[in-house]
């Protein structure tokens, strides 16, 4: 371990690294609407909320950044009416940080209700049929009217696997970046630049040259967690983190199951998202530290035991399996509040604790403790 003391400067963002260990690492990232200590974890509020949980329970789970997704709240209820709502922050009711993604990966993900050419997307609303068209252009001016701390590049997620389309869906990427960069105008928002690539490393180290000379104050990678094996994703970090600048924060985009941010926190990311806690808890799912517990599951019937005994969240702290098991039999809606509140809290606590193993410099020791006990 030792202390780095790194500096960017982009208006009223600063990134600053306070210790390495390995190629993991620990910093602070200041944001106009508080610090974020990475690396760290978002939960995702798609539709300007995070489903089943109120600001007030994000905040006491120990959340400091939030995820919003551009396209659904570009759909419904339109950029422009939330900025009548004073904003993001405002309309959802959340002071901390906030992060939109570019509406890209929503976008690309319609198939066959969209078609790309080399100045944007043209799609049908998924909620009515109605035609849309996003441009980098209209993505930065969209996120602007919305008003996050951290906004993105519009970028298109490719298939990992078909070289000659991740090839050109590059180019337009690459090009599309530029296009944002001088479109972005707010400097209370840090707009990072994405890396894409598929599972190339040539293709993912020509693009993390190339978006890192354009000097953003942050970066994504994008495309991964969409398909590829375990190790196709190892080496694409590896690739890529050792290129971007290390003054800069890495985005890690969609990536959360426990076992893959120890992995990639490893490789050097600091900061991630991902809709999998608030997920697994509708299904009835709880996260731990060392595997998952399904509580529909006969044996969790008669279990005074909380999810988790090492837990220290509101729902570890009040409730039994027996008793959420009972809340999701009957159907009672608070079953998948608490379930949420507990996966979220485990994964924060998983990046708190990364955090505090690469500031003490025992991060690959708590890796491979992470590692073997869980399943
Ligand atoms: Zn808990």
């Not at 600063?14 to 260990?21: E, G, I, R, S």
């Not at 919305?146 to 298109?156: H, R, V």
Request: aromatic share 8%; with cysteine.
């Amino acid at each position: 371990m030792f202390l780095l003391e790194s500096h960017l400067s982009a208006g009223p963002f600063h990134f600053k690294l306070a210790a390495h260990d390995g190629r993991a690492r620990a910093g602070i990232f200041h944001t106009p609407h508080g610090d974020l200590l990475t690396p760290v974890f978002a939960p995702v509020g798609t539709q300007g909320t995070v489903k089943g949980v109120t600001p007030a329970q994000l905040s006491e789970l120990g959340a400091s950044l939030v995820l919003a997704n551009t396209y659904h709240l570009y759909l419904r209820p339109g950029e422009k009416r939330v900025s009548d709502m004073g904003g993001l922050h405002r309309f959802m009711g959340w002071q901390g940080p906030i992060l939109t993604d570019s509406g890209g990966f929503q976008v690309f993900s319609l198939a066959d209700m969209r078609k790309v050419d080399e100045e944007g997307a043209t799609f049908k609303s998924h909620i009515d049929g109605s035609l849309h068209r996003i441009t980098p252009t209209k993505a930065i001016q969209i996120q602007e009217d919305l008003g996050a701390d951290i906004i993105m590049t519009f970028d298109e997620c490719a298939p990992p696997y078909d070289r000659s389309y991740t090839e050109s869906a590059l180019r337009r990427t690459q090009a599309w970046a530029e296009s944002c960069l001088s479109a972005h105008t707010r400097t209370d928002q840090a707009l990072f630049g994405i890396v894409q690539g598929g599972v190339f490393p040539d293709l993912r180290e020509r693009a993390a040259k190339w978006i890192s000379a354009l000097g953003f104050p942050g970066y994504a990678i994008g495309g991964l967690s969409v398909g590829e094996t375990k190790h196709e994703m190892n080496s694409m970090l590896e690739v890529v983190n050792s290129i971007l600048p290390e003054d800069c924060p890495r985005y890690l985009m969609g990536v959360g199951s426990p076992e893959d941010l120890v992995n990639a926190i490893g490789l050097g990311v600091d900061i991630f998202d991902c809709v999998l806690p608030t997920r697994l808890a509708r299904h009835q799912e709880a996260m731990t530290l060392t595997g998952r517990l399904k509580l529909m599951n006969a044996i969790f019937a008669n279990d005074p035991r909380p999810i988790d005994e090492s837990c220290t969240c509101y729902t570890c702290q009040t409730f039994t399996r027996t008793y959420l098991r009972h809340l999701i039999i009957a159907r009672e809606m608070l079953a998948g509040t608490l379930l949420s509140i507990h996966n979220l809290f485990t994964l924060i606590r998983l990046t708190g604790m990364a955090r505090q193993a690469v500031i003490e410099g025992r991060f690959s020791d708590f890796a491979l403790r992470f590692k073997e006990s869980y399943t």
